[in-house]
């Protein structure tokens, strides 16, 4: 098992650092690590340092000592996946199972067929709960390199987003509108990649007509539909196989 990840604001240039706070009171109250033990310190940016606990101090505090820091460059190609706001708690879920996956971006869409709908506090709480599962999520998958949750977007900006994109596609399943395999399309080695991932009622024929018009045609996963919280997931895997990222 490889050690646990904490997030700090900037890695220290110092051989002692003291956690303390909610990373350390996780460390010590429920990892409860002892001295002699390895951790991972990362600034979620890439930059992290191997350490060893050298002291634990009551309930929240423990001093690490830093051996090596390195830098993790950003991946190549970026894969951004545009999710349409589910409904509930799957939103939560489908951030979690795609970070962990190794997504690079989350954009929050505010799709036409969506039931869901973030406004004044209830958005930006259901930002923050995007945000906080996309961290922890990549504490627990041991990544270095967070995913960015962006600002929720209309499907105007989202056509901005995939315009710029070297790849662009819509996961969109309809017998009356054609589609072709995304596990065979060509992807690029390099540059951005950008998925859309719709509502539990589809993506509308206004918002596909906007998409394709910026270059985005519409693709299938396989003969199965899957739901807006699974999608996202099994698409970002598909296209991290095929660029050699998970090679």
Known sequence: MTAPV????????????????????????????????GVVLTDGRGRWADCVVSAVEGKDRLTVELSTVYEDPAEDPHVTVVQALPK????????????????????????SRCITQW???????ALAKWRSTARESGKQSRR???????????????AALLAGADFA??????????????????????GSIVLVVGPEGGVSPD?????????????????????TSTAGTAATALVLARTGRWS
């Open 6 to 37: 904490f997030v700090v604001d900037t890695i220290p240039d110092t051989p002692l650092f003291v956690l303390d706070g909610p990373e350390g009171r996780h460390a010590v109250s429920v990892k409860r690590l002892n001295p002699g033990e």
């Open 207 to 227: 918002e596909l007509a906007a998409f394709e018009a910026a270059g985005a045609k519409p693709y299938r996963l396989g003969r199965s539909v899957l739901r």
């Open 169 to 190: 596609g819509v996961l969109h399943e309809d017998r009356e509108h054609g589609s072709d395999a995304l596990a065979t399309v060509e992807l690029p080695a390099k």
């Open 88 to 111: 509930g708690d799957r939103g939560e879920l489908a951030v979690e199972t795609m970070t962990e996956t190794g997504v690079d971006a989350i954009v929050p869409w505010a799709a």
């Open 144 to 158: 270095t390199r967070f995913p960015e949750v962006a600002e929720l977007m209309t499907t105007k900006q989202v």
């Open 119 to 125: 406004k004044g506090d209830r958005g930006l709480k």
